[in-house]
Nanobody, 115 residues
Framework: VQLQASGGGLVQPGGSLRLSCAAS??????????MGWYRQAPGKQRELVAE???????NYAGSVKGRFTLDRDVAKATLYLQMNSLRVEDTAVYYC????????WGQGTLVTVSS
């Protein structure tokens, strides 16, 4: 399974961005996978942002709950993360992760929230 993440960039506090993670490869692995986004800020450990199970149940970190929304397009094998009301502390490299029989990581996309 290969993951292509995109959508990062520079945004002002209070702004919005939408990240995309397009999965390709073994469709069985993709369809049964838990898909999610993690992030790693400078000097900090990588942390879970949000993840969604094949059935659609989503889990969000407390710091993003109510601001970020996951959307999984099964037909396109793509995971989206809509990020609203962005804060300076959301600045990080965001990584897409797919977990099925194995675990796969995307290459990361940088989100910078700054005025």
């Amino acid at each position: 399974v290969q993951l292509q993440a995109s959508g990062g960039g520079l945004v002002q506090p209070g702004g919005s961005l939408r990240l995309s993670c397009a999965a390709s490869g073994n469709r069985l692995h993709i369809n049964i996978a838990v898909m999610g986004w993690y992030r790693q800020a400078p000097g900090k450990q990588r942390e879970l942002v949000a993840e969604i199970a094949p059935g659609g149940t989503a889990n969000y970190a407390g710091s993003v709950k109510g601001r970020f929304t996951l959307d999984r397009d099964v037909a396109k094998a793509t995971l989206y993360l809509q990020m609203n009301s962005l804060r300076v502390e959301d600045t990080a490299v965001y990584y897409c992760k797919v977990r099925s029989y194995e675990t796969y990581w995307g290459q990361g996309t940088l989100v910078t929230v700054s005025s």
